[in-house]
């Protein structure tokens, strides 16, 4: 399951995936996330929370590569992960050396309330 929203009022996109994930759900994510940046604004952030997926079909990778490449010509600013099992991670740091440019800031939590934290510094 993909779950997406942006708070307008603080420029955050959250991108919630959970259960197992397939390329039909990533693709309906990479147009809901269109949508919601067609009239954006810059300074954009990002919180991606991994807590509660149990796997990802490969065959997602594409629609997580565009959505990088959109969030990056959209202004992104700062990317906050949430990540608790390392062993979940489904390699979105090795994407964003290729997808992101230099300067924008990523951090890497484990819980909510760390990365609520990162997200507020």
Do not use: W
Not at 47 to 69: F, G, N, Q, W
Not at 86 to 98: A, C, E, T, W
């Amino acid at each position: 399951m993909v779950q997406i929203a942006l708070e307008k009022s603080t420029n955050l996109l959250r991108i919630s995936y959970s259960q197992r994930v397939g390329p039909d759900e990533m693709q309906r994510g990479e147009e809901e996330v269109k949508g919601l940046l067609a009239n954006g604004q810059p300074g954009l952030r990002l919180l991606t929370d991994l807590s509660h997926l149990e796997s990802m079909d490969l065959a997602c990778l594409p629609y997580i590569k565009r959505v990088m490449d959109l969030l990056n010509k959209k202004g992104l600013e700062r990317v906050v992960r949430i990540i608790p099992d390392p062993r979940k991670d489904i390699g979105l740091n090795i994407l964003s050396l290729f997808h992101y440019r230099r300067g924008i800031q990523i951090v890497t939590c484990q819980t909510l309330a760390e990365a609520m934290q990162a997200l507020g510094g």
